[in-house]
């Protein structure tokens, strides 16, 4: 989940477990047509282009999510606890829904692998302009060594961030 800017990113990270980092996102209108955008550390990571149909009017939606909330222990060998499974739940009311055929193209780097995954089939994209009133809480603890690998697969890739050498 890429963020604009710290305050969401930490607030999803902190408060709910969500997988955020920070990337800039654009979204272009040309009536029905729309084009999306992604970019982090200056590499366009994702492209979106979609035809929309027309909005299909407002709806009411409530949708639930899953997400792990952990800490890191300093040098990143283990936890400093269990980690927390943790369920949100977003009650949405959506203004303007519109949806449509779309490509997509993804892209990578050694700290956000998009270029790895497969897409095997493309469905409609959907644009929605909404409010919404999300609620978070507590479902279960869980296994902290098990985690630690998924724990490292959320963060930059650590060894291509070392840049200093140290003496032979």
């Given at each position: ?11 999803g990270r902190e408060l709910y477990g969500e997988p955020k980092?920070?990337g800039t996102s654009s979204l272009w209108r040309n009536d ?137």
């Open positions: 989940m890429f963020m604009d800017s710290d305050v969401p990113m930490l607030f980092k920070i029905g047509h729309m084009t999306g955008t992604l970019d982090r550390h200056g590499r366009r990571l994702i492209e979106l282009e979609a035809d929309l149909g027309e909005d299909r009017g407002p709806t009411t939606v409530l949708g639930r999510n899953f997400n792990v909330k952990y800490e890191l222990a300093p040098d990143a060998s283990t936890l400093t606890g269990p980690p927390t499974l943790m369920v949100a739940e977003f009650a949405q009311r959506t203004s303007v829904r519109r949806k449509g055929p779309a490509t997509l193209r993804l892209t990578g780097t050694v700290h956000d692998p998009l270029h790895e995954l497969e897409v095997l089939e493309l469905r409609d994209a959907v644009y929605v302009e909404t409010g919404m009133k999300a609620t978070c809480s507590p479902v279960a603890r869980m296994d902290a060594d098990a985690f630690l690998p998924l724990a490292l697969g959320r963060s930059d890739f650590w060894p291509a961030l070392a840049t200093a050498r140290l003496p032979a």
